[in-house]
């Protein structure tokens, strides 16, 4: 089952953070339900990974990228992640996810979403990378053209060594699974 009424909250309380700016983050808070635990009595890999999608629609909900999106028949989309998980979130232990957009390169956004228990610890760490489709043009948008239409002034930061490393993974592991060695 998807996470839809931690969803309908998100949506229902978007306005009260206000707008997303390029550099700021998206916090929200949670607490690990009877639904969001495995066999260990802790919050289920996958869960992470929803969890972090509602942070990654947060942001683009108050960048105005959905509305901006579905105006102009773009898709934003996933490329890929990488996860570590460096503590526990046990049932009914209260946490954040904090997101945000790190950097970008071409069609690529590099964004980042840290799960933070209640005692300021990081629980774990999830690197993404996503562009936005043009589903008229049938290509990825450069990730300048979707910033200017979003109208801000925006430049991207150079990746840092960790954001380098990771799509160059990202990189091969995708090779990989088009069959191109």
């Not at 802790?42 to 901006?68: Q, V, W």
């Not at 069609?107 to 774990?124: C, P, S, Y």
């Not at 239409?149 to 490393?165: D, M």
Request: charged share 25%; aromatic share 8%.
């Amino acid at each position: 089952m998807y996470v839809w009424v931690r969803m309908a909250r998100m949506m229902a309380t978007a306005r009260s953070r206000g707008p997303y700016m390029m550099g700021g983050e998206s916090r929200l808070a949670f607490r690990c339900l009877p639904t969001d635990i495995d066999f260990n009595i802790h919050l289920n890999n996958a869960r992470y990974m929803m969890l972090a999608d509602l942070g990654r629609i947060d942001l683009f909900m108050r960048a105005g990228l959905i509305r901006l999106a579905r105006t102009n028949g773009w898709a934003p989309m996933m490329g890929g992640l990488q996860t570590v998980y460096a503590r526990e979130i046990r049932l009914w232990r209260r946490f954040e996810v904090v997101s945000s957009i790190e950097t970008w390169e071409g069609t690529q956004v590099i964004g980042k979403h840290r799960f933070v228990l209640d005692n300021g610890e990081t629980a774990a760490l999830i690197m993404t990378t996503a562009g936005v489709y043009d589903r008229g043009a049938r290509r990825f948008l450069d990730i300048d053209e979707v910033v200017a239409a979003l109208g801000r002034a925006a430049n991207p930061r150079p990746l840092t060594q960790a954001e380098r490393i990771f799509m160059t993974s990202h990189q091969g592991l995708r090779s990989l699974a088009k069959g191109v060695d």
